[in-house]
């Protein structure tokens, strides 16, 4: 056991007037299972990178412990798994390589397969394994859970619960749930760590905003009642100061020293009541630093002429000459929400591209009802690019509701003005999401639309799609997002 500390760690990207971090304190355990969490832009994968020594900062980070960082840079995807691993880690011995496969429940056979022939869950499986073969090293694990299934992530959560010593960046609560002891929590101000899993952190959260929010209300009276009682004693002042040269109704001249020591006494309590006003104001300011919250948002969704949109019939597509997926059967109707589960290669994005229109070869009876708008997401997002503006219009969405839903899912102005193509990938998908929600259409269908977008948004995007009920259609491997939303599940 050792403790890597950090001590008024200051850090700021090149030609970049905002601070990343400020003064940062805290201290780790390296025996610790840590969650990291946090808004998308926040930081958290450039204070892994700092951990790395990759950039210069101000501070301290001191540790008596290697770093490594997982995912791997794999440069020869075409060379078997076994050299895939030997160029990672060239002293590993195979059987302890065979032992964490086994934890995962991958076959020892692909090490003898090409690494690029693998599936995405088993290069990440078979990196993960890489990872933990190092001793003596404290791993930073960056989102392992993009391209896992739901039976692939319980897997690797699963083993991940078995080890110990590593920082874990992941958007899926499920999985950190299940795997970590600590959270280390980017928040707007502060990083902070806590121990328990996501889902104790959450609450703590919660309840901590809900008293500043309490505390902050009863601030903000107490600056009215006070700004409201300086005003009068100033102008009790003034007035008061007015008669010391004046003359009395009844014609007799003024006390001036009493007059005056009057007015110095009312001053005086002006001068506390302002003193105290600005003492609240203070305390005020100080609240609400790591409440994330934003307005209410009106989002409506086009009403269909028929109760059912789409109808599939024992449907089964075909692609490169082979079944992707056989007989498949179910509706979708106004109101509906349905999750399209799956393992991955079962055939969903296939599906959802079947129904937008696509040319997908298939076989079966597959109706869609005529002059159905859709707005599809797509798991794609390379090709934007420009700023948020010239975006919107070209799309012929509303900029002020687009910009509105991007400030809720923690967008600064500041980023409006940026170009998307510089955004992280979390952001580019809040800007696809956006844009959905403000389409004018009869059905929303999302194909994995969380990856890379922080848990507070993944929340906050639940909340918009409980209150507004849009029809959609979506396929995504977190599972809570899916228990939360779905009210239709179609599982293939």
């Given at each position: 056991?050792?403790?890597?500390?950090?001590?008024?760690?200051?850090?700021?990207?090149?030609?970049?007037?905002?601070?990343?971090?400020?003064?940062?304190?805290?201290?780790?355990?390296?025996?610790?299972?840590?969650?990291?969490?946090?808004?998308?832009?926040?930081?958290?994968?450039?204070?892994?990178?700092?951990?790395?020594?990759?950039?210069?900062?101000?501070?301290?980070?001191?540790?008596?412990?290697?770093?490594?960082?997982?995912?791997?840079?794999?440069?020869?995807?075409?060379?078997?798994?076994?050299?895939?691993?030997?160029?990672?880690?060239?002293?590993?011995?195979?059987?302890?390589?065979?032992?964490?496969?086994?934890?995962?429940?991958?076959?020892?056979?692909?090490?003898?397969?090409?690494?690029?022939?693998?599936?995405?869950?088993?290069?990440?499986?078979?990196?993960?394994?890489?990872?933990?073969?190092?001793?003596?090293?404290?791993?930073?694990?960056?989102?392992?859970?993009?391209?896992?299934?739901?039976?692939?992530?319980?897997?690797?959560?699963?083993?991940?619960?078995?080890?110990?010593?590593?920082?874990?960046?992941?958007?899926?609560?499920?999985?950190?749930?299940?795997?970590?002891?600590?959270?280390?929590?980017?928040?707007?101000?502060?990083?902070?760590?806590?121990?328990?899993?996501?889902?104790?952190?959450?609450?703590?959260?919660?309840?901590?905003?809900?008293?500043?929010?309490?505390?902050?209300?009863?601030?903000?009276?107490?600056?009215?009642?006070?700004?409201?009682?300086?005003?009068?004693?100033?102008?009790?002042?003034?007035?008061?100061?007015?008669?010391?040269?004046?003359?009395?109704?009844?014609?007799?001249?003024?006390?001036?020293?009493?007059?005056?020591?009057?007015?110095?006494?009312?001053?005086?309590?002006?001068?506390?009541?302002?003193?105290?006003?600005?003492?609240?104001?203070?305390?005020?300011?100080?609240?609400?630093?790591?409440?994330?919250?934003?307005?209410?948002?009106?989002?409506?969704?086009?009403?269909?002429?028929?109760?059912?949109?789409?109808e599939l019939d024992h449907v089964s597509i075909h692609y490169g000459g082979r079944m992707v997926c056989s007989d498949i059967?179910?509706?979708?109707?106004?109101?509906?929400?349905?999750?399209?589960?799956?393992?991955?290669?079962?055939?969903?994005?296939?599906?959802?591209?079947?129904?937008?229109?696509?040319?997908?070869?298939?076989?079966?009876?597959?109706?869609?009802?005529?002059?159905?708008?859709?707005?599809?997401?797509?798991?794609?997002?390379?090709?934007?690019?420009?700023?948020?503006?010239?975006?919107?219009?070209?799309?012929?969405?509303?900029?002020?509701?687009?910009?509105?839903?991007?400030?809720?899912?923690?967008?600064?102005?500041?980023?409006?003005?940026?170009?998307?193509?510089?955004?992280?990938?979390?952001?580019?998908?809040?800007?696809?999401?956006?844009?959905?929600?403000?389409?004018?259409?009869?059905?929303?269908?999302?194909?994995?639309?969380?990856?890379?977008?922080?848990?507070?948004?993944?929340?906050?995007?639940?909340?918009?799609?409980?209150?507004?009920?849009?029809?959609?259609?979506?396929?995504?491997?977190?599972?809570?997002?899916?228990?939360?939303?779905?009210?239709?599940?179609?599982?293939?």
């Open positions: 056991m050792s403790l890597i500390k950090v001590t008024n760690l200051t850090f700021a990207y090149d030609n970049s007037y905002d601070d990343i971090f400020e003064n940062v304190s805290f201290q780790i355990d390296t025996d610790w299972k840590l969650g990291f969490t946090g808004r998308n832009g926040r930081g958290k994968t450039t204070f892994l990178n700092l951990l790395l020594g990759k950039y210069e900062y101000s501070g301290t980070i001191s540790a008596n412990v290697d770093f490594e960082y997982f995912p791997f840079q794999v440069d020869h995807k075409e060379y078997n798994t076994m050299d895939v691993v030997h160029d990672i880690y060239p002293d590993y011995q195979q059987w302890q390589l065979i032992r964490e496969l086994s934890l995962l429940k991958v076959s020892e056979d692909i090490l003898y397969r090409p690494f690029d022939s693998l599936s995405y869950g088993e290069q990440t499986k078979v990196l993960l394994a890489a990872l933990f073969l190092k001793e003596n090293s404290f791993l930073l694990i960056d989102e392992p859970t993009n391209h896992l299934d739901l039976h692939a992530r319980k897997l690797v959560s699963d083993y991940l619960n078995t080890k110990h010593g590593f920082i874990l960046v992941s958007h899926d609560r499920a999985f950190l749930d299940n795997c970590v002891d600590h959270i280390l929590s980017i928040n707007k101000t502060d990083i902070e760590v806590q121990k328990g899993n996501f889902s104790d952190w959450w609450d703590n959260k919660q309840r901590q905003d809900n008293f500043e929010q309490a505390e902050n209300e009863k601030l903000r009276k107490d600056i009215k009642r006070l700004t409201d009682a300086a005003k009068r004693t100033s102008n009790w002042s003034d007035e008061v100061e007015k008669t010391k040269n004046g003359i009395r109704n009844s014609g007799s001249k003024v006390d001036k020293g009493y007059i005056g020591h009057k007015a110095a006494k009312m001053m005086k309590r002006s001068k506390s009541i302002e003193h105290r006003e600005q003492s609240a104001i203070e305390d005020k300011s100080k609240l609400l630093k790591n409440v994330e919250s934003s307005e209410s948002l009106k989002i409506s969704q086009l009403a269909y002429h028929k109760n059912q949109l789409v059967n179910f509706t979708i109707e106004q109101g509906e929400r349905i999750a399209l589960l799956g393992p991955n290669g079962s055939g969903k994005s296939s599906i959802l591209k079947l129904i937008c229109g696509e040319d997908i070869s298939f076989s079966g009876t597959f109706r869609k009802g005529s002059q159905l708008k859709i707005s599809y997401v797509s798991q794609d997002t390379t090709h934007l690019q420009g700023n948020l503006s010239d975006y919107a219009r070209s799309n012929g969405i509303d900029e002020s509701l687009f910009k509105a839903i991007l400030r809720k899912l923690d967008f600064s102005r500041v980023q409006f003005d940026k170009d998307i193509g510089s955004f992280s990938g979390g952001q580019k998908k809040k800007v696809l999401i956006a844009k959905s929600l403000c389409e004018d259409v009869h059905l929303h269908i999302w194909d994995e639309p969380l990856n890379f977008i922080d848990i507070i948004s993944r929340m906050q995007i639940e909340e918009l799609l409980l209150e507004h009920s849009p029809t959609i259609l979506f396929v995504e491997h977190d599972s809570q997002f899916s228990k939360n939303i779905a009210t239709k599940i179609v599982e293939l």
